[in-house]
């Protein structure tokens, strides 16, 4: 095999690494902005309790963490 091809390869391999760590950390991101901004409707808007189960469960999750 040759070296170029070998190194070619690391390389994509390192870039989509690279990707997947990114994408990795902006859900990991994105995800806690949703709880807290969902965390922040559910204490101001107390009538949206029982709507939707997993908004309650999230709710009362990140208030059990806190």
Do not use: P, Y
Not at 28 to 50: F, I, P
């Amino acid at each position: 095999m040759n070296d170029d091809t070998t190194d070619s390869r690391s390389g994509d391999a390192q870039e989509i690494d690279l990707q997947l760590e990114r994408i990795s950390r902006q859900r990991a991101s994105l995800l806690a902005r949703h709880q807290q901004k969902l965390t922040g409707l559910m204490g101001t808007r107390e009538d949206l309790r029982g709507v939707h189960a997993m908004a309650d469960f999230v709710d009362d999750a990140v208030r059990w963490t806190a």
